[in-house]
């Protein structure tokens, strides 16, 4: 336990977890660790109680956890550190991912932002 968890509040109620807290990870494809990278995808969780720890969980549990979105999030924060740009098989190195990965995580944001409007044409919408 760092003295970081020491620190940082309950994620339900935001009372200071002290010198015991309960923490935990939970699968989370939106979440990247700022500071070790064989994190990503587990989200940590922090709170003052079991019972806290388990609301938090059960949150995250109902979210869907989707491969491309982590991949997506792996593949901007390495270009972040790329302000020039970034080879192909620089990026696969740097974020760990195949080339079918970077693909799939590169369409996710299209897929996001596409989606509103191909449901509306679907409908027949203009």
């Known amino acids: 336990m760092t003295s970081h968890d020491r620190h940082t509040p309950c ?3 935001g009372c ?7 923490t935990g990870r939970a699968p ?3 979440y990247l660790d700022p500071q070790d990278a064989r994190h990503d995808g587990r989200r940590p ?6 019972e806290h720890l388990t609301l938090l969980e059960d949150q995250l549990r109902g979210r869907p956890y989707h491969e491309a979105e982590l991949w997506f999030a792996k ?4 270009m972040a550190q790329h302000h020039y740009g970034i ?8 974020t760990g991912l195949d080339l079918n990965q970077l693909e799939a995580g590169a369409l996710w944001i299209t897929r996001l932002h596409c989606a509103p409007h191909s449901a509306a ?4 919408a203009a």
């Open 16 to 22: 200071p977890t002290g010198s015991r807290p309960h």
């Open 75 to 78: 593949i901007t924060r390495t």
């Open 45 to 50: 969780l922090h709170a003052c109680s079991t």
């Open 28 to 30: 989370d494809s939106s």
């Open 11 to 13: 994620g339900v109620c």
């Open 87 to 94: 080879s192909m098989a620089d990026l696969s190195r740097e």
């Open 121 to 124: 044409r679907d409908r027949g």
